[in-house]
């Protein structure tokens, strides 16, 4: 048991020093949690005859598994699969706050997307994709309130 946890500490270390190799484990378990997350919400909503919004989720679950395969490249095709994930996690962002679909799931979604938009970019990075959404947000609710919102 013992050299099982200093093994266990030796691989941290080494993981936690190596900032590319955190970052690109990190990118390959966000694509992953979130394209098995759509996967199967896109079953659930087969079953439960959604329409397009499993289509939708299927899309995105397909998505994810060619940013993964892409982030499995390394080198430029690597920051090819990170730009069209943010590209991808805005564009559903949308669809999700545009369609309403009932239940509270796209509710669900608009909430969790910007967290991951900070796991998966950074702080700088991430703060920029979650203001974006942020700002989409205010513009489509707000119209939804009756509100107007000043020409952007």
Request: aromatic content about 16%.
């Amino acid at each position: 048991m013992k050299k099982l946890k200093e093994y266990y500490i030796q691989k941290k270390n080494e993981f936690v020093a190596d900032e590319k190799k955190w970052q690109y484990y990190k990118n390959a378990a966000v694509f992953a949690i979130l394209g098995l997350t759509s996967l199967l919400m896109s079953v659930v909503n087969f079953f439960t005859h959604k329409g397009i919004f499993t289509w939708v989720t299927l899309g995105f679950a397909a998505a994810c598994v060619v940013d993964f395969l892409l982030l499995r490249k390394k080198g430029t095709a690597g920051k090819v699969a990170v730009i069209l994930f943010s590209a991808e996690i805005i564009a559903i962002f949308v669809f999700f706050i545009i369609s309403g679909i009932p239940d509270g799931f796209s509710v669900l979604w608009t909430s969790m997307l910007p967290c991951f938009g900070l796991l998966m970019f950074g702080t700088k990075n991430g703060s920029v994709i979650s203001l974006t959404m942020f700002c989409r947000s205010c513009v489509f609710l707000l119209d939804a309130a009756g509100a107007k919102p000043a020409a952007i």
